[in-house]
């Protein structure tokens, strides 16, 4: 199994409040991404990353924050949470954009 | 017309059966295609990649892909239970073409369960 962990990997929580989950790998893969999954979307690019401190939005990136201040660890913030963000959020990381990517654990997030 | 179409299923299929699954998408910039498999409550993991067409096979799996179609399959020999779980096809394109910055773009899943 590719080097990832996520934390937490289950978190319920109310709406309005701050959440950060948090990505690690110990792969040294360059590029890092933010999934979410949800029944009937399927999976969807929030944010990646290209490198420390490089970041870019995906296509769901409204309501979402992220940083990496260093190589192994990505962080997604979300700054007031909504019950629309009830998801299962999965990291992914990889060597380049076109090299496959590999997942984490996945986190499975409840707004209530 | 979404970018990649795949049928959801779920597809029941007996023990030694050779699955199909299949995905269709719409944009003739996608060249690198992934198949994935993910189990309930775990994360996708890496099955096949394969560059523009032709085939691939590891093991009982052989990707397939038919750019002029603009068709994907993955094909799974003596399918056994373990096999019971979403496949996921996903492809991209070259960097700035179509704006996409190489992004993967996933079909929704097709569920698929091997009965013994």
């Known amino acids: 199994d590719a080097g990832i962990t996520q934390s937490p990997r289950h978190k319920v929580t109310e709406t309005g409040t701050p959440v950060t989950l948090r990505c690690h790998q110990t792969?040294?893969?360059?590029?890092m991404y933010w999934y979410r999954q949800d029944p009937g979307h399927g999976l969807r690019l929030i944010h990646y990353?290209?490198?420390?401190?490089?970041?870019d939005k995906g296509e769901v990136s409204d309501g979402y924050s992220v940083s990496r201040s260093k190589t192994e660890d990505f962080l997604l913030t979300l700054e007031s949470a909504t019950s629309s963000q009830t998801s299962v959020y999965f990291c992914a990381i990889s060597v380049s954009l076109y090299n496959e990517q590999f997942f984490g654990p996945g986190t499975r997030l409840t707004v209530l | 017309q979404k970018e990649v179409e795949q049928d959801p299923g779920p597809l029941s299929v007996p023990e030694g059966a050779i699955v199909s699954l299949n995905c269709t998408y719409s944009?003739?910039?996608?060249?690198?295609f992934m198949w994935y498999r993910q189990y309930s409550r775990k994360g996708p993991e890496l099955l096949m990649y394969?560059?523009?067409?032709g085939n691939k096979e590891d093991g009982r799996f052989t990707a397939q892909v038919d750019k002029s179609s603009k068709y994907i399959s993955l094909f799974i020999r003596d399918s056994q239970p373990s096999d019971s779980a979403t496949y996921l096809c996903a492809m991209t394109m070259l960097m700035n073409y179509g704006g996409s910055q190489g992004n993967l773009i996933f079909g929704k899943g097709t569920k698929l369960s091997v009965k013994p």
């Open positions: 394969t560059y523009s067409s």
């Open positions: 792969e040294n893969h360059r590029y």
């Open positions: 944009n003739s910039a996608f060249q690198y």
């Open positions: 990353s290209y490198g420390v401190k490089d970041t």
